[in-house]
Structure formats: C-alpha cells, structure tokens
C-alpha cells in the first residue's frame, strides 16, 4: 500500500462533468504498465495538475487517476538496461497524470523510453521544481538559439512570474540574452522578475486586445506562454527573421491573428511540446539546464507544500496568485 492523492471523475445523469479528489491509500497493483518503478520523493504543481487536483474538466483520460505529471524518485525495480536500482530519475509529462498515473504519489511505475537521470549536482527536490515547467522552458530557449543569439535584440518572456516564464527568464538571462517579462503582477512581482535577470518588466494588457496584423517590430524573439491575442501582437511585433517559442495558452488557446508576420517579415513560430518529447531531446534539455540555471536562483522561485497541501496550491494556480514553482514533497 502507498499514499496517493487520487482523482475520481466521470458524468452524473445528465451528462455533467464531476470529480472526486483527495488522499487516499492505494493497493500496489494499482500502478500502470513499465519497465521501472521508483519511489517517489517529489512531483510538483503544474497548471494541468492545478486543473485536475481543483477538479476540473479536460486533464484526466482515465479514472480513477493518480494527478502529477512530474515525478522524482529513486529506481526501487528495472527491466531497463539503461537504469540500475537507485538511480535517481524523473519523468516530464509522458502522459503522467492524464492516461495514466503521475508523481503526486509515494509510488510510480514508468515507462524508460521518457525517463531521465537527474543530472549530478541537482538535488530531487531541485528536479521537481524545474519539473515540466522547467523542461519546457529549456525546450524553448534550445528552440529559440537556433534563430537568435543574444546579440540579436531584446526576448520577451510572457506569463514571466509563472514557472515557465521564471525559468525561461533565469536561463535566457544567464545565456546573455536581454530579456523583457510581461507580466499582469509588475507592481507585486517586479522585483522577482529583474532578480531573476529580466533587463525590463512590462504590463502583460498592452498584449492582451486585438491588434494591427503588422506592428512596430520590437523582439528579436520570444518565449510565450500566453497564447491567443498575446501571442497574436507578438508576432505582429516581432523583427523581419525573428522566432517565436509557442508553449502554452494562460490566455487562450485561440490565435486570432493573420499570416503578415510570416509572409511579410519571415517570422517563425515555433510550437513547444513537453509531453511526447523523445528521450534524446529530454536528456539534452536536462543536460542544458544542469549547466545554463542557476540553482540558487530556481531555490529563490520555488515554494514546497506537502502532499496533503497540493489541492490547495492548485486552486491559488488557477486564480493566477502563484509565483514561480511549486514543489510537492509527497513524504511530508
Ligand atoms: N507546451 C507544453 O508542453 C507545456 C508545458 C508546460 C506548460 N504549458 C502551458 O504553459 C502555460 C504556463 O504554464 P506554467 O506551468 O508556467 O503555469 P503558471 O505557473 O500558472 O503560469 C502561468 C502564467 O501566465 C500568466 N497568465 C495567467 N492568466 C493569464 C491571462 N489571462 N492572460 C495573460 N497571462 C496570463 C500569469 O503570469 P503573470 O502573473 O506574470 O502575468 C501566470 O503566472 C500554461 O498554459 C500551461 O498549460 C505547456
């Protein structure tokens, strides 16, 4: 048996969505098919974990559901040749807590084919706060310095005090790049943003109406997390060649917009998914952000609340009040 947080969601009688969240103990046959099973440490609280643990519709594929789709733990069995008993490893996404059971767990079974050693020098709690959050912005930032070095103008950063916007600002600043965040918080998060290395910190509702398909260009490129009109002005804003990291939809999941920025300025719109990332492209994010984030600094955005705390962080997400990451320790 093992503590779980578990989600129980489905249809009343007339078509109604409904759920059922809260601890509860589980027997070990519970866990899924794969060849590596781990003892979990940490998950953390993601915006799809926030939708699932509040309830919501739209995340769970399967029911019952154990949420999370971060995990951290030490490898207890493998079938894996590439993983030995102890090995201390995570998993981003790869279906955790949709189709089938995630981190927010004392227990995992996972398939290896998206598991990843925590790089030497990162801790397990320190994994959990990159978490998917973290991956992503790495995927991002590898994305973008493809097309753009840091001499190529200012990046702008959106959704900037949430966890993929605070870790993409943290390594963009560390890699040299002159980052702009825009945030909806600049009077409460300001300071945290330029602490993190934003050179400047904007209004996010200048971005967030409907705007001229071609504006002044102003970015050499971006890391967006916003979607929907935001993402559309960006475009509408970004210099002749310059590329635009797609990777999620706090606004919306719309994109309101016209096709001038790409026929007429050439600029690129990269989309980002974390979820079904191969392994290769996983260790090299991994790898990437063992070297270019600075651990103090993810120290300094991340808050840890036990797992009996996780249902509440998830609401405090949904509402938009939360900073940076938060780690869930599942053994407090
Ligand atoms: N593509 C992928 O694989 C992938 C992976 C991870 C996450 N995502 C998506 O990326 C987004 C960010 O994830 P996260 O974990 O960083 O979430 P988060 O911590 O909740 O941060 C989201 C941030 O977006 C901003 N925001 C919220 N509502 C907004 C609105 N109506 N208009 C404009 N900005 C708004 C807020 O930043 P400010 O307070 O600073 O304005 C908020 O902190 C989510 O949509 C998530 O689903 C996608």
């Not at 102890?86 to 995992?108: C, F, I, K, Q, S």
């Amino acid at each position: 048996m093992f503590t779980a947080i578990v989600a129980e969601t489905g249809r009343d009688d007339d078509g109604k969505h409904t759920a059922e969240v809260g601890i509860r103990e589980v027997d070990d046959d519970v866990l899924p098919d794969g060849d590596v099973t781990l003892d979990v440490s940490h998950s953390s609280v993601n915006y799809k974990d926030g939708m699932l643990l509040a309830g919501r519709p739209g995340i769970a594929r399967t029911s019952p559901l154990i949420p999370g789709i971060d995990v951290v733990g030490a490898v207890t069995e493998t079938s894996s040749p590439d993983f030995a008993v102890g090995d201390l490893v995570t998993v981003n996404g790869a279906g955790l807590g949709e189709t089938r059971h995630g981190g927010l767990a004392e227990r995992a079974r996972v398939d290896s084919a998206s598991l990843v050693r925590v790089p030497e020098g990162i801790s397990a709690a320190q994994a959990a706060a990159i978490g998917t959050a973290g991956f992503t912005a790495m995927m991002a930032v590898l994305a973008l310095e493809g097309d753009v070095g840091p001499d190529a103008g200012d990046v702008l950063v959106t959704g900037a005090a949430g966890g993929v916007g605070s870790i993409a600002i943290a390594v963009l600043a560390r890699l040299g790049y002159r980052v702009v965040a825009s945030t909806g918080r600049v009077d409460e998060q300001g300071d945290y943003l330029r602490s993190l290395g934003a050179a400047e910190v904007v209004d996010r509702a200048q971005f967030s109406e409907a705007g001229k398909p071609l504006q002044s260009q102003r970015w050499a490129g971006a890391v967006d997390s916003v979607g929907s009109h935001t993402l559309v002005n960006i475009l509408a804003q970004t210099n002749y060649g310059g590329t635009v990291a797609a990777c999620g939809l706090a606004q919306g999941p719309d994109l309101p917009g016209s096709v001038l920025p790409f026929i007429l300025r050439g600029v690129r719109l990269l989309g980002i998914n974390s979820v079904d990332a191969p392994r290769a492209l996983r260790e090299k994010a991994w790898s990437r952000l063992a070297t270019d984030l600075d651990r103090d600094l993810l120290d300094t955005m991340t808050e840890t609340v036990p797992l009996a705390g996780a249902q509440d962080v998830a609401q405090r997400i949904l509402a938009g009040t939360v900073r940076g990451r938060t780690v869930v320790d599942v053994r407090a």
